[in-house]
């Protein structure tokens, strides 16, 4: 069973757009919400997280938005660029009874922005 | 070079045969996971360790599946006759967080194709 679900699976953006990508999550004791960018061939890098104490961060061009109550979160990549086509993964970690740092995968967005 | 590094980073093995995956943290981490990623998804955890003692290994597919970290430091994942099914590329993650809560720093990973 899939505890986080990301879409869509692939996105197109032109240069200078605004990239959307969703998440949506079940378990409610998840209380860490980190968001990776993975080039091929390389692992994946923190990008930016979020806790659910706060509804929304910023950093630089990236933001996480968050809805506890929908148990969604998603990444908006403002003024998107052609070095930001990457794999985007949202994740969670978090809960009793497990390992509280074990983080919990989506599947995965790979984005593609055009000049 | 502060990051996490892997070795090797590229494995091509026989089925059948036996291999070693080698994960150096970063200098200093408690908290050591390592993740498998099949190709086009999201990656998956495997196991946890804090310091030397492996604290949750309900990730690990088969009990071929082996790690260890027995100084507390550099881990080695072993995967004993291997199969096609275990072809993915293995990620190593640390963190300073005695828990593994809050930011883990992924290395390259090591490519494991199985022939």
């Known amino acids: 069973q899939q505890q986080v679900k990301q879409s869509p699976q692939s996105l197109i953006v032109q240069k200078g757009g605004i990239s959307i990508i969703n998440c949506a999550y079940e378990?409610?004791?998840?209380?860490?919400f980190p968001w990776y960018q993975q080039f091929p061939g390389k692992g994946p890098a923190l990008l930016i997280a979020?806790?659910?104490?706060?509804s929304e961060k910023k950093e630089g061009r990236f933001t996480i938005s968050f809805n506890k109550s929908a148990k969604q979160f998603s990444l908006h990549i403002m003024d998107s660029q052609p070095g930001d086509s990457a794999t985007y993964f949202c994740?969670?970690?978090?809960?009793?009874?497990?390992?509280?740092?074990?983080?919990?995968f989506g599947r995965g967005t790979q984005l593609t922005v055009w000049p | 070079g502060a990051g996490v590094s892997q070795s090797p980073r590229y494995k091509v093995a026989k089925r059948g045969q036996d291999v070693a995956l080698r994960c150096d943290p970063i200098?200093?981490?408690?908290?050591l996971f390592w993740y498998q990623q099949a190709l086009g998804q999201g990656p998956e955890f495997l196991t946890y360790?804090?310091?030397?003692?492996?604290?949750?290994k309900s990730g690990l597919p088969s009990d071929r599946f082996f790690a260890e970290r027995p100084e507390g430091s550099v881990s080695t994942l072993k995967i004993q006759r291997t199969q096609q099914e275990d072809s993915a590329v293995y990620l190593c993650?640390?963190?300073?967080?005695?828990?593994?809560?809050?930011?883990?720093?992924f290395g390259p990973g090591t490519r494991l194709t199985v022939t």
């Open positions: 993650a640390s963190s300073l967080a005695t828990s593994g809560r809050g930011e883990q720093y």
């Open positions: 378990n409610t004791a998840f209380d860490y």
């Open positions: 979020i806790r659910p104490d706060v």
């Open positions: 994740a969670a970690s978090g809960g009793r009874g497990s390992t509280l740092g074990r983080l919990y």
């Open positions: 200098s200093g981490h408690v908290s």
């Open positions: 360790f804090q310091n030397e003692a492996q604290l949750d």
